[in-house]
Nanobody, 122 residues
């Protein structure tokens, strides 16, 4: 059974940093593309970043480029999202996902975590 468990969310002031983690079990981590999405209240789920091949391939959403960094550790079966220069508009529930292709659409991912809340105060 595949499980994805996010951690690391919390409340931070604008300009601050957080690092999210996603621990995966029940799948061969290196065989999957891993992604981060986020969803703010009343908004659609938004692509944040994706990674594959031990970090050799990465994609970022336009709103986070230059501020967020995605990485993964195949040995630990864990993916990370380092978030710097956080803005109030980054406030959302952040979800990690695993899928067969390194896509930017949520329907391209098969497995999802339960989400972790990130709140950025102004």
């Amino acid at each position: 059974q595949v499980q994805l468990v996010e951690s690391g969310g919390g409340l931070v002031q604008a300009g601050g940093s957080l690092r999210l983690s996603c621990a995966a079990s029940g799948l061969t981590f290196s065989n999957y593309a891993m992604g981060w999405f986020r969803q703010a209240p009343g908004k659609e789920r938004e692509f944040v970043a994706a990674v594959r091949w031990s970090g050799a391939v990465t994609y970022y959403g336009e709103s986070v480029k230059g501020r967020f960094t995605i990485s993964n550790n195949d040995v630990k079966n864990t993916m990370y999202l380092q978030m710097n220069s956080l803005k109030p508009e980054d406030t959302a529930v952040y979800y990690c996902a695993a899928g067969g292709i390194t896509g930017t659409r949520s329907d391209e991912y098969e497995y999802w975590g339960q989400g972790t809340q990130v709140s950025v105060s102004s």
